[in-house]
């Protein structure tokens, strides 16, 4: 059953009443200082769970992408990549984001599209998501510490849009992001999935492209001996970037 934290309301259009046995979504992990870069990507950070782009130094009030759900080439054990947009979570105690993910487990890939209003767990939705699919998603803040989340698969003919409310969320971060879910019992960063290339488009804070939104951060998964995870593309456009596994741990 989900739990709701104090301040939270959720109303979810064909949500799933369990949340996940893990937590595709929560706050970044980063890794060292990071570098300072020149141009519209001021900055990269490592992290171990999170990689993609963020806004980061302004107060956000939309972010959006779209995206083909990447196949998951599971081959063995238990691995899961999960692919969305979010609020906050960069520097800061909440994340309101929505996306996707494909789980390996064993040989056997399992798609499914979900919400998480962080600190609360991530929420499942039953519409069914193929590789292959195109999936659109979008962020508001609506006022009042009320947000709107929203997915729609463009291939299957489903949408979903959760509004919830969150108190002192900052607003401080708008990202898009390729991510390995945490966690295990023990704490750690689950295997990142194989999920060859993901392609985004359409990157969106603010209404305006995301690489002009000032202060973009560009941010890289890394494992613990400091080895990429993942090849984060450089910015087309101001929106559009691709994602290329590297490895699981």
């Known amino acids: 059953m989900l739990i709701l934290t104090a301040g939270m309301v959720l109303a979810a259009s064909g949500a799933s009443a369990a949340s996940t046995r893990f937590t595709p979504g929560g706050l970044i992990h980063l890794v060292g200082a990071g570098a300072h870069l020149r141009g519209a990507i001021s900055h990269q950070a490592q992290s171990t769970n999170w990689s993609g782009y963020a806004a980061t130094t302004g107060t956000y009030a939309s972010v959006s992408a779209s995206w083909v759900q990447p196949a998951g080439l599971c081959s063995r054990g238990d691995q899961y990549a999960a692919f969305w947009v979010g609020l906050d979570g960069y520097s800061s105690g909440t994340v309101e984001q929505t996306g996707s993910e494909v789980d390996c487990i064993g040989r056997t890939a399992h798609y499914y599209a979900w919400y998480e209003m962080y600190p609360s767990p991530s929420v499942n939705y039953s519409s069914t998501v193929r590789a292959g699919d195109h999936l659109n998603a979008s962020v508001t803040y609506l006022g009042s510490n009320r947000f709107s989340l929203s997915i729609a698969d463009t291939t299957r003919g489903w949408s979903h849009t959760t509004t919830g409310s969150l108190a002192g969320a900052a607003r401080s971060s708008a990202e898009v992001i390729v991510e390995a879910p945490c966690c295990t019992f023990s704490g750690g960063i689950l295997p990142l999935a194989d999920f060859g290339t993901v392609n985004i488009s359409g990157s969106m804070a603010n209404g305006a492209a995301l690489g002009n939104a000032g202060g973009v951060t560009q941010i890289v998964m890394i494992d613990n001996q400091g080895r990429a ?21």
């Open 229 to 249: 995870k993942d090849a984060v593309s450089s910015l087309s456009g101001a929106e559009n970037f691709s994602v290329t596994w590297l490895r699981s741990n």
